[in-house]
């Protein structure tokens, strides 16, 4: 009985842990099936994490297959690119491409000022001017661009004038006691707040944009008394 059971726990020993009879005998002596079956589990254990570092190892020093991106050509095929614009644009990025069929084009072409002097500008008088801050402006101002700052003033100019006007026609009506000339101006000078916070945040952002010389600045809105002075003129 005794012999059967060591043949077979040597043949399930030989199965699942591939180790010899010779590695199978080398384990020390008075050791019970249990002890034996434990040993093995540790052993085939610690040799699936040896396969799963060598598995890693492998996968990492192995080269890519994809290098650099969409539109990368890897230098071996360069050769077959055979002239200088298109070994320039086959690596490039979107930008360098419109760029350069605006070059091919004639793009830089018949510009506005071309062979003439530069003008003086206003930003020439400045001590501190930024050139960034000065080219972003010019920029904006040769595409039609308005910057927030500049529409919200707009509107709350207009928004102003609405405050005053409303005052001028109750004082048209008759009415005359502060009670009832600060309800008649009561939804247009709301209306006026909520556009000076319209206004005051979009200078901010301008002045983050085009930098601390923005011309604009944050105000704070008019007092009833200013805009009933204004109305009766």
């Known amino acids: 009985m005794a012999a059967r059971c060591a043949t077979e726990l040597t043949r399930v020993v030989c199965r699942r842990s591939t180790l010899s009879v010779r590695g199978f005998a080398s384990l020390p002596a008075g050791m019970g099936s249990s ?16 396969e799963k570092a060598s598995a890693y190892l492998d996968s990492r020093d192995s080269p890519k297959a994809k290098v650099g991106g969409a539109g990368y050509v890897p230098p071996l095929a360069r050769d077959s690119v ?5 070994r320039a644009s086959a690596g490039a990025t979107a930008a360098e491409q419109s760029m350069r069929k605006w070059l091919a084009e004639g793009g830089d072409k018949n510009l506005k000022g071309q062979g003439l002097p530069l003008g003086e500008r206003q930003e020439h ?13 010019r920029a904006c101002k040769d595409a039609g661009i308005k910057p927030a700052s500049i529409t919200a003033a707009e509107e709350l100019r207009k928004a102003e004038e609405r405050v005053v006007n409303a005052l001028k026609y109750a004082i048209r009506k008759g009415l005359s006691s502060s009670m009832e000339l600060e309800d008649a101006a009561r939804i247009p000078r709301e209306t006026c707040a909520a556009q000076y916070h319209v206004y005051n945040t979009a200078v901010l952002a301008d002045k ?6 923005w011309p604009l600045h ?16």
């Open 208 to 213: 983050e944009v085009f930098g601390s010389q």
């Open 218 to 233: 944050q105000r704070t809105q008019r007092t009833f008394a200013e805009d009933l002075a204004l109305a009766r003129g």
């Open 35 to 50: 002890d034996l079956m434990g040993v093995l589990s540790k052993r085939q254990a610690a040799e699936r994490r040896n």
């Open 125 to 137: 008088q400045q001590a501190f001017a930024d050139a960034g801050t000065n080219a972003l402006n």
């Open 82 to 86: 055979t002239s200088a614009g298109e």
